[in-house]
């Protein structure tokens, strides 16, 4: 690799965040004050569908129900379980059988402020467990149709100190933290149980990065203002260890060859319909860059070349106050990524409708597609997903959904999948 296209991505990824920065600092200066810290916990949305009615800007409630909790000034408990059937209709290796897997979640809060000490700091300590089937080796497929497979693990998962200073306007987190918790992420897309509704493969698949299920060491700091922009930036451990041997979560283990993670986001909420019960509409653009050294692919032979890179967005848009939309997606390095491109789209119903057999049942309806290019295959993995969430108590939601996958694993001769999973979802 040249050292002028060493230099020449370098400076592109400075100049996008540089552009982000000026972009933030204008903003505050015509926007004026900062806004109120909202005191969010983030909370990973590509293991577990987060805000499915598109209506609660909550991430505590990491479950597509509300997340039981037991508050106090001091702390606030989370609990959260997730049970998964997974049955493949049709594919290569279709059977009657059903494989289960399941995603427990405890986590604890703490407020300086409600332990008696200074404002503005919070605690966050979150405990994931996961066993079970891995759907993937029975599809084939390579964006996973269940979004809490993961390896058979108990561990801290996350363990994070924010501190918000000026009135809100700025806020610095230092930890463990997944980096999808904040980043590349979309409200209405992670009502769907695809993994690439969580985050794309075009950043997953592509670099070491922290995310479900086993998080990064890192650093992140967020402005925003009261005109609904904001601006996130974050540096992480550049490879996050294999989840097979760091069972606890609490391994850290960083080399100079493991590089690091850096990516920048821009965010803009504004309301595009004028209407008490309207959504705000969520505007995102982000860039990545990781610093360590990456194969080439689909070369006649492999070299060895520095760093990996991209941009991506985000849109979540409400087309009335009880339909919304979003479309996602982005690009990568195509000489060194597996996964060089990456888009989705979809819609849900809003606001806990009632449509089908009682009106006592919320209910949400989602349907979404997504396409990743699969550069070893030279395909497009195409995933066809509908969703169906039933509210049937404040603790208790049953989830049916179907998910037709298309060139599973971006392989144009294997046979199409028909993968059909029913997600029981619980918060005490």
Do not use: C
């Not at 759907?135 to 497979?149: K, L, R, W």
């Not at 028909?418 to 619980?426: D, G, H, K, P």
């Amino acid at each position: 690799m040249s050292i002028l296209n060493v230099k020449t991505k370098t400076l592109f990824i400075l100049l996008v965040l540089f552009l982000f920065t000026s972009a933030a600092l204008a903003s505050n200066l015509l926007q004026g004050n900062p806004t109120e810290r909202s005191d969010k916990k983030p909370t990973n949305q590509t293991a577990i569908p987060d805000d499915t009615n598109g209506d609660d800007d909550d991430d505590d409630a990491q479950l597509a129900i509300p997340l039981g909790q037991s508050k106090v000034p001091e702390a606030t408990f989370g609990f959260g379980y997730i049970g998964e059937s997974v049955g493949l209709l049709m594919g290569d290796a279709a059977s009657a059988n059903m494989n289960y897997l399941d995603n427990l979640d405890l986590s604890i809060e703490l407020s300086t402020e409600g332990l008696g000490f200074f404002p503005g700091g919070t605690l966050l300590l979150q405990y994931i467990a996961n066993n079970g089937a891995d759907p993937t080796s029975i599809v084939g497929d390579m964006q996973a149709t269940s979004n809490i497979e993961a390896n058979n693990t108990q561990r801290l998962y996350q363990a994070w100190y924010n501190q918000s200073i000026a009135e809100g306007f700025i806020e610095i987190l230092v930890g463990m933290h997944d980096l999808n918790s904040e980043f590349y992420t979309s409200e209405y897309a992670g009502f769907f149980n695809n993994g690439s509704f969580g985050i794309g493969p075009d950043v997953a698949a592509n670099a070491p990065v922290g995310i479900f299920n086993l998080a990064a060491l890192g650093a992140r700091v967020k402005i925003a203002n009261e005109g609904g922009f904001s601006l996130l930036a974050a540096v992480y451990d550049g490879d996050p260890g294999d989840p097979d041997l760091n069972h606890n979560g609490v391994q850290i283990d960083w080399t100079a060859d493991q590089g690091f993670m850096t990516i920048a986001e821009a965010q803009y909420e504004m309301q595009t319909i004028q209407h008490e019960d309207a959504d705000p509409s969520i505007f995102r653009m982000g860039a990545w860059f990781h610093t360590a050294e990456f194969e080439t692919v689909n070369l006649d032979s492999l070299t060895t070349v520095t760093g990996n890179y991209g941009l991506y967005y985000s849109i979540d848009y409400p087309l009335s106050t009880k339909l919304g939309a979003f479309v996602h997606g982005g690009f990568a390095a195509g000489d060194r990524s597996p996964v060089p491109s990456y888009t989705g789209f979809g819609f849900q119903t809003l606001h806990g409708s009632r449509f089908l057999f009682t009106n006592a049942i919320e209910q949400t309806f989602g349907l979404a597609v997504n396409s990743a290019f699969v550069a070893g295959e030279g395909n497009n993995e195409i995933v066809i997903e509908a969703a169906w969430h039933l509210q049937i108590t404040e603790n208790l939601a049953l989830k049916p959904d179907f998910q037709f996958v298309l060139n599973p694993g971006g392989v144009s001769s294997a046979q199409p999948a028909l993968v059909f999973s029913i997600r029981t979802e619980i918060g005490i």
